[in-house]
């Protein structure tokens, strides 16, 4: 069974689900397919602000990050600077590559910003980083800059949202939608064949929004 892992490396959270993310899938015996895409393209679909564009919720954000780091004992570090512009490294991840090269990309990457304070905006800091885990730095950088590797980002971006993903990290498994780090216990769950909610349970939750969008209207 394959876990689809939507991500952009400027959230915190698809780092901190994916320190745990590959041992789940180990323990149910599932692959990982990470995909980047690009947070800000789902921001502009369905017209919201970012968490780090408001201002009480970036505090509380901070704070809560710290907590669930230091539970589950992973290091993690302010980045060097945040929001910032991830494009060059998404667009450098949709390189021509296997999963498992993909997956420890998307390892290496996470953890430089996360932890080890690498500058995304740099582009010699990132090939540099790269070259020490054991990549062609450099060739992914210079990828990250061809129209091929813009076109992959947006086709990506674009296939996520017709999946109903709505945000990052969001993990899919036969389509159903798992959002977050605090979503890894349900998926957990799903992946041991708990939590699945059926069709009927949903369709009073339907209903009432029906009527509730009706009335508003």
């Not at 502009?44 to 589950?72: D, F, T």
């Not at 959002?179 to 957990?188: A, Q």
């Not at 064949?193 to 929004?209: D, K, Y």
Request: with cysteine; hydrophobic share 40%; aromatic share 10%.
């Amino acid at each position: 069974m394959d876990i689809t892992f939507y991500f952009d490396y400027i959230s915190h959270n698809a780092y901190l689900a994916w320190c745990r993310l590959p041992e789940i899938a180990e323990k149910h015996g599932c692959s990982v397919n990470p995909i980047p895409v690009l947070f800000a393209g789902f921001l502009k679909k369905y017209g919201q602000l970012g968490p780090a564009e408001i201002e009480p919720k970036v505090e509380w954000m901070n704070r809560n990050n710290l907590r669930k780091a230091a539970l589950m004992k992973v290091p993690f570090n302010a980045p060097v600077v945040h929001p910032f512009n991830p494009l060059m490294l998404l667009r450098a991840s949709h390189a021509d590559m296997t999963s498992k090269e993909r997956a420890k990309l998307t390892g290496t990457l996470l953890r430089g910003i996360w932890v080890d304070r690498l500058d995304p905006r740099d582009s010699q800091a990132c090939s540099d980083y790269l070259q020490r885990a054991g990549f062609d730095g450099q060739a992914l950088i210079d990828y990250a800059a061809t129209s091929a590797a813009k076109q992959r980002v947006r086709e990506a971006t674009d296939a996520a949202i017709t999946r109903d993903v709505f945000g990052v990290p969001a993990m899919l498994v036969d389509d159903e939608v798992f959002w977050g780090y605090d979503d890894l216990p349900f998926l957990d769950g799903f992946l041991r064949g708990t939590g699945h909610i059926s069709s009927a349970e949903l369709e009073p939750w339907r209903t009432c929004r029906k009527e509730g969008v009706q009335r508003t209207n």
